[in-house]
């Protein structure tokens, strides 16, 4: 597999959006079930949204579930995570991944970017 970077990370107030990137390079990215993870400080790394290869199902986690969007571009080799409706508790470094597979699990994805910082303040 091949490398996945993540861009976009930033800091924003509560209520703001804000659109993270994950591009792929050296992959077939059209092959890849891609998802996002976050790990805030002192608290375990947590699944939030997978998207399947063509992007017409995607998944998510209850915490982020109505107010995140996963999409991707398969032309760009590029995955999306469309924030909104921030709030602190979203306060974490996020991970883009890719998975041969289907899952929604942390353990189902074998390849990670290495993460991109997102802050929201009050």
């Known amino acids: 597999q091949g490398q996945l970077v993540e861009s976009g990370g930033g800091l924003v107030q509560a209520g703001d959006s804000l659109r993270l990137s994950c591009a792929a390079s050296?992959?077939?990215?059209?092959?890849?079930?891609m998802g996002w993870s976050r790990q805030a400080p002192g608290k375990e790394r947590e699944f939030i949204a997978v998207?399947?290869?063509?992007?017409?199902?995607?998944y998510y986690a209850d915490s982020v579930r109505g107010r995140f969007t996963i999409s991707r571009d398969n032309t760009k080799k590029t995955m999306y995570l469309q924030m909104s409706n921030m709030n602190p508790e979203d306060t974490a470094v996020y991970y883009c991944a890719s998975s041969p597979h289907a899952t929604t699990t942390l353990a189902g994805f074998n390849n990670w970017g290495q993460g991109t910082q997102v802050t929201v303040s009050l």
């Open positions: 998207i399947n290869l063509n992007g017409d199902w995607t």
């Open positions: 050296g992959q077939s990215f059209h092959n890849y079930f």
